[in-house]
T-cell receptor
Framework: DAKTTQPPSMDCAEGRAANLPCNHS???????VYWYRQIHSQGPQYIIH???NNETNEMASLIITEDRKSSTLILPHATLRDTAVYYC?????????FGAGTRLTVKP | ETGVTQSPTHLIKTRGQQVTLRCSSQ?????VSWYQQALGQGPQFIFQ???????GRGNFPPRFSGLQFPNYSSELNVNALELDDSALYLC???????????????FGAGSRLTVL
């Protein structure tokens, strides 16, 4: 079973920030949080990952709470091409266990 | 660097048949994971191969089997196909090093299997 909980769907206006939450209350001390997205049933695309500190790359920012029980993926200026299913994953043994994800719809 | 490539992209089989799906890992990667994604669901972990051996398995029956070759490419074999095996099969490669740490997966585009 996935170790994360995400809202099933969210909407965001084009050009605005999209903030996607994820709960992972049972995360262990050495487990990373990963975010992937999947567009039109293509293979999932890696976005970002983090352990304790907040992270930023060219695609997004990842904010992890101090107790590490939740995180937020931030797309700073969402575009229509960011419409996708976003998966928050905590590594479990040797596999990445995907949940159902959040379907983000960016609207004009 | 080349990404993860999978073949075939689409195929149709009938119940009871066997299928082999192939995956070439990204350059520099030594670990391959396979996932099954049914329509409308998230990917489900099937198994992982590292050093040509199975290195973790999800909740899939033994008729799902795999191989990893010395060049790190991999095959997924499914015997006695059932209608519920219809899905997108995703291969992902990654690098496993000596120290534990982040394990970023690079996915292929998938092989879509239809079982009639």
């Amino acid at each position: 079973d996935a170790k994360t909980t995400q809202p099933p769907s969210m909407d965001c206006a084009e050009g605005r920030a999209a903030n996607l939450p994820c709960n992972h209350s049972t995360i262990s001390g050495n487990e990373y949080v990963y975010w992937y997205r999947q567009i039109h049933s293509q293979g999932p695309q890696y976005i970002i990952h983090g352990l304790k500190n907040n992270e930023t790359n060219e695609m997004a920012s990842l904010i992890i709470t101090e107790d590490r029980k939740s995180s937020t993926l931030i797309l700073p200026h969402a575009t229509l091409r960011d419409t996708a299913v976003y998966y928050c994953i905590v590594r479990y043994n040797n596999d990445m266990r995907f949940g159902a994800g959040t379907r983000l719809t960016v609207k004009p | 660097e080349t990404g993860v490539t999978q073949s075939p992209t689409h195929l149709i089989k009938t119940r009871g048949q066997q299928v082999t799906l192939r995956c070439s890992s990204q350059s520099g990667h030594n670990t391959v994971s396979w996932y099954q994604q049914a329509l409308g669901q998230g990917p489900q972990f099937i198994f992982q191969y590292y050093r040509e051996e199975e290195n973790g398995r999800g909740n899939f029956p033994p008729r799902f089997s795999g191989l990893q070759f010395p060049n790190y490419s991999s095959e997924l074999n499914v015997n006695a196909l059932e209608l519920d095996d219809s899905a997108l099969y995703l291969c992902a490669s990654s690098y496993t090093g000596h120290s534990s740490g982040a394990n970023v997966l690079t996915f292929g585009a998938g092989s879509r299997l239809t079982v009639l």
